[in-house]
């Protein structure tokens, strides 16, 4: 595995200025996440560039040392409000041939999620529970008539376009695919749509990242790293569900929290890592000690929340707990 930096959260230096403060706080990370669209915050972007342009900005990246782990363009192609959505699948399109020209094979993205049905909206309906009689058959409906043509055409137009890259989207609540059910479901559809593996996502749902990376396996074709902390007197009070979120992180139920700073010990980390590279195939590497580690092509990504400070993100980025390489990403919790 390989470590890096999703670079939005210091959107405010150029790309310039941060691999030079890579350089001298974290000289072990060389490959970068670069926002494109969708939510992301677009500083770092060559995507409004020319042809030329982008591969003169990709060589200066280049000929640094560094290398571009992956696009991000995590947004709601989905969105039934208009102008959003049309403008969040554009970022993705765009995005794919961008990758295409320079040779990147992954991107970062997330399913969508269209309204409850074929009335005009302006808003998305996240279909999580049909317990109740008024949300029976939202999800179904969703998905024959706007998620899966959407990712079958989107499936095929990477077929066309790059046939070795990877769309990886996050199991994202709030996204119509959102655990394993929902995934192996487009996945069967739309087999070229591989998954982004955040497990901050999965562990307020109650769900086992690692049974997910043992099931899914090569279908795993990206990982970030991002913990969740639990506030117990304000979780046994208003649950994983409560509404105030993002809100004071010191009352709320839970909330996102960087490696090291979680619910998740060192140890939950290195099975994390050692899954992800069991799900690959592997080759052997060397620490700069001279020990041996397992890895494998799998990018695997640390998040920070958006209190996290430049200082922090030093230390946070010496691979001292996590040591299997990582992707590292410094997103926000609004935009996380």
């Not at 998954?195 to 997910?212: A, C, E, I, K």
């Not at 001279?290 to 691979?319: D, I, M, N, Q, V």
Request: include cysteine.
């Amino acid at each position: 595995m390989r470590l890096a930096l999703v670079t939005e959260g210091m959107i405010h230096r150029s790309v310039g200025d941060l691999m030079d403060w890579l350089d001298g706080h974290a000289p072990d990370v060389r490959d970068l996440e670069i926002g494109t669209g969708g939510y992301s915050p677009l500083g770092h972007s060559p995507l409004e560039l020319s042809t030329a342009e982008r591969r003169a900005w990709h060589a200066r990246i280049t000929g640094r040392g560094f290398r571009i782990a992956a696009f991000n363009v995590s947004g709601n192609p989905l969105h039934p409000g208009g102008a959003i959505g049309q403008r969040h699948d554009s970022d993705l399109r765009r995005t794919i041939v961008l990758a295409a020209e320079l040779g990147i094979d992954r991107i970062v993205a997330m399913s969508g999620t269209p309204a409850a049905g074929p009335a005009p909206s302006s808003a998305p309906h996240f279909a999580a529970n049909a317990w109740l009689p008024d949300y029976a058959g939202i999800a179904d409906w969703q998905w024959e008539h706007r998620v899966r043509p959407y990712w079958e055409e989107i499936n095929e137009f990477v077929t066309r376009t790059s046939p070795g890259l990877m769309v990886c989207l996050e199991l994202h609540p709030g996204a119509h695919v959102f655990n394993v059910a929902t995934f192996e479901r487009l996945h069967a559809a739309a087999p070229g749509i591989g998954v982004n593996l955040d497990p901050s996502h999965l562990f307020w749902q109650g769900m086992d990242p690692l049974r997910v990376i043992e099931r899914l396996g090569s279908r795993i074709g990206y990982a970030h790293a991002k913990d969740v902390r639990y506030a117990d007197d304000e979780l046994v009070l208003n649950g994983v569900l409560d509404n105030r979120w993002p809100g004071d992180p010191m009352h709320i139920p839970w909330d996102f929290a960087a490696v090291g700073h979680g619910a998740h010990d060192i140890w939950w980390w290195q099975a994390f890592a050692a899954a992800l590279s069991r799900g690959s195939c592997c080759r052997a590497a060397r620490r700069p000690s001279g020990s041996s580690l397992a890895t494998c092509p799998t990018p695997f990504s640390r998040r920070w929340p958006r209190w996290s400070s430049e200082r922090s993100h030093g230390s946070a980025l010496r691979p001292c707990s996590v040591r299997p390489r990582v992707t590292t990403n410094a997103r926000s919790r609004r935009s996380a």
